[in-house]
């Protein structure tokens, strides 16, 4: 079994930053592309950062500037800094990840979500 869970959520005031986490773990061979997926109420899950294994970035245009992703390929962790928060920024937020699994094959995984609330 192969399990993603975030953890660093919570209320913010705008302006403010929050750090989140996420920690893989389980019968793992490999983590490939590790990414953040965001989803406010209402609307579609969007894709907010990206990392690959190599540490190649890439950042939906809404959090370029604001937003750090990185990774520890030995602790099997990624996080997200995030800075400068607004309003327009609460959601939950979701790791996901390509896992090759020990005796097994790569498959998509995702985490149960943590929740960020920016609000006065």
């Known amino acids: 079994q192969v399990r993603l869970v975030e953890s660093g959520g919570g209320l913010v005031q705008p302006g403010g930053s929050l750090r989140l986490s996420c920690a893989a773990s389980g019968s793992i061979f490999r983590i490939y592309t590790m990414n953040w997926y965001c989803q406010a109420p209402g609307k579609q899950r969007e894709l907010v950062a990206t990392?690959?294994?190599?540490?190649?970035?890439n950042y939906a245009d809404s959090v370029k500037g604001r937003f750090t992703i990185s990774r520890d390929n030995p602790k099997n962790t990624v996080s997200l800094q995030m800075n400068s928060l607004k309003p327009e920024d609460t959601a939950i937020y979701y790791c996901n990840a390509d896992i090759h699994r020990l005796g097994g094959g790569v498959a998509n995984y995702w985490g149960q979500g943590t929740q960020v609330t920016v609000s006065s």
């Open positions: 990392v690959t294994r190599e540490g190649s970035t």
